[in-house]
């Protein structure tokens, strides 16, 4: 093959457009880094600070698990009671799927009823915010300053006996000009009494590493901030000083008080000029801002939705969550789903000593039954539209969460792990499996899949290896580029 001529020569190349070009993409890999590859609860549970104790998500558990004995007792009343796929598929007789086959319905019902009784004994509470906004009301200041206080030694003392979550936090009042002197002064009572209790520290795993995706492994307890009702965006500002100003004063490492923001007004969606307000937000968080939370009944009556119309699925909160998954993609924040305000908590309590009678307990039941199917077509809901975490507010509310989620997982894996696997066995040409067909860019949404399913719960990291051939270091890449980098090699 002769030489080929080309007309662009060093003396009239285009360098400057070129090195803004250069500058230009490396700003956006700066910006755009990529999904964060710590990990993320699949929830946070809101309660009022005035109720917190060291025990409060170990209890939780236990309320959780005694709802579950009661009204759920076995698989099949469960998958039923969620509304799974597969529940029309299963047997009334819960005995007759001990020895279902892997991947049939008995066997789904069966693991996800397993795994979630498994889950509250073991890890009931992923995220705990301690309330002093919503879930807190209206009380005296003298009041709120011993709750901040108290609360943090509680937070402390849960830390030291090893009953805190994996992430905890405090959820302060807004920023706004009637609010804020009573928001900062909360914040600061709180954050001086827990460094103050720990030694002049903060627990294992907070501060900047982690906010840039260091695995959290060796952390104990991760805290946050989050900031509720943002109207204008120096309240965002406002935050980033005042936790200077803290670390300052406690002589903390800088970054080490991390923040999340609520997205909750229609501000935090649209700034007054029709921008797109959160990637001004998180300009002006410096790096300290680590998830957007969506507020679903703050943000519906926002819009004039009226109260018997404000559901998590409404296409106004998806036109929301949208906006959100376009602004944030691709960034190391975190994005959160809101809640289901339908209690499962039956109308009949037993006096103490006593029993409920058949007639009260089915009243409950359906009452119970009723409120989980909800949350899970919510949750469901929310999964499938790409948000991975959401509240919880009720300890009743927790079988329904991984219920959930685990059923979202485990319903599609074996489809997923022959997709993966046989993608990584083509070394990332595409390929045709069935009727669906990859491309390189999928790779990636295939890992990522078994990552989430791992880390929730709902798949062992042993199950995964078999499923797709992957080995545990593969899986610690958390990076589908890396590994085919590897086999290559």
Known sequence: MGAVKTSLTPENLPHATLARLAQANRDFGTAFPGEASRRQPVHTV????????????????????DVMRTYAPDPVTFARALGLSFASALPDDAAAIKDAPVGSPGYLARVVHERVLEKLAREPVEDFRIDF?????????????????????????????????????IRI???NEELRARSVR???????????????????????????GDPESRASTRFVVTLPKITVPEQVEALVGLLEALEAALA?????????????????????????????????????????HFGTYDYTAGCSITAAHQYMAHPACDFAKHVMKVSLAGTSVMLSDGATNVMPIGPHRAAEGATLGAAELAENRAVVHRAWRLAHDHIRHSLVTGFYQGWDLHPAQLPARYGAVYAFFLEGLEAAGARLKAFLDKAAQATLLGDVFDDAATGQGLLNYFLRAIACGALTEAEAE??????????????FVKILAARKG
């Open 186 to 212: 909360t914040l600061d009572l709180f954050v001086t009494t827990l460094v103050t209790r720990m030694g002049g520290r903060l627990p294992e795993g907070f501060g900047a590493q982690g906010a840039e």
């Open 46 to 65: 809101y309660g009022g600070a005035h109720l917190f104790k060291a025990r409060t998500c170990q209890r939780s558990g236990e309320v959780a698990l």
């Open 466 to 479: 078999q499923m797709t051939g992957l080995g545990s270091a593969d899986f610690a890449t958390r990076s």
């Open 173 to 175: 009042k807004p920023l």
């Open 252 to 292: 903390l490492p800088p970054k080490s008080l991390l923040f999340e923001v609520m997205v909750e007004t229609t501000q935090s969606i649209f700034l007054p000029d029709g921008r797109v307000a959160l990637p001004h937000l998180m300009a002006l968080a410096k790096g300290r801002c680590t998830g957007a």
């Open 133 to 169: 906004e919503d879930g807190y009301g209206n009380r005296t200041d003298a009041e709120e300053d011993g709750h901040a206080v108290a609360a943090a030694e509680q937070v402390a003392e849960a830390v030291a006996s090893g009953t805190a979550p994996p992430f905890v936090g």
